[in-house]
């Protein structure tokens, strides 16, 4: 199995950004964590992260063409704002776990939407890096039914 570890903006600042929200582990750890899990349960993970909205789309479609089997997906600040990456995964069809570092529902207001979870097979908030690792667990699970 394949899966597309994809995180959206402002994740590559993981460590600086708001660290009583986000914690001091860096972008380089959250890869090196789930890589290392990947080997364990013996699957195939490749990383993408950008600050722009299109490229994650393009993104997503590539990921369609390379048959990638499963989509770990923090799109941030566009979870609240972009239809356009709901479209390219409901195009896709691609089995995607959501992803949240903090918990979401606890934040503003304006973090109580979520487009592109109407495309996806489950949502992981509030629990850190280590919702990666859970969202692999899952995709993982739900493919080998």
């Given at each position: 199995?394949?899966?597309?570890?994809?995180?959206?903006?402002?994740?590559?600042?993981?460590?600086?950004?708001?660290?009583?929200?986000?914690?001091?582990?860096?972008?380089?750890?959250?890869?090196?964590?789930?890589?290392?899990?990947?080997?364990?349960?013996?699957?195939?993970?490749?990383?993408?992260?950008?600050?722009?909205?299109?490229?994650?789309?393009?993104?997503?479609?590539?990921?369609?063409?390379?048959?990638?089997?499963?989509?770990?997906?923090?799109p941030a600040a566009y979870?609240?704002?972009?239809?356009?990456?709901?479209?390219?995964?409901?195009?896709?069809?691609?089995?995607?776990?959501?992803?949240?570092?903090?918990?979401?529902?606890?934040?503003?207001?304006?973090?109580?939407?979520?487009?592109?979870?109407?495309?996806?097979?489950?949502?992981?908030?509030?629990?850190?890096?280590?919702?990666?690792?859970?969202?692999?667990?899952?995709?993982?699970?739900?493919?080998?039914?």
């Amino acid at each position: 199995m394949k899966f597309l570890v994809l995180n959206g903006p402002n994740i590559n600042m993981l460590g600086l950004r708001e660290p009583a929200i986000y914690g001091r582990k860096t972008y380089q750890d959250l890869l090196s964590m789930v890589e290392e899990h990947a080997k364990e349960i013996g699957v195939e993970v490749l990383f993408y992260q950008s600050n722009h909205e299109g490229s994650l789309v393009d993104r997503i479609q590539q990921a369609y063409e390379e048959n990638i089997d499963g989509i770990i997906f923090n799109p941030a600040a566009y979870t609240h704002t972009s239809i356009a990456l709901l479209d390219a995964l409901k195009a896709v069809g691609i089995p995607t776990v959501e992803v949240h570092i903090s918990k979401v529902e606890e934040r503003e207001d304006f973090r109580q939407i979520s487009y592109v979870r109407k495309a996806c097979i489950k949502t992981i908030t509030g629990h850190g890096l280590k919702g990666y690792v859970e969202a692999l667990d899952e995709l993982v699970k739900q493919l080998s039914k």
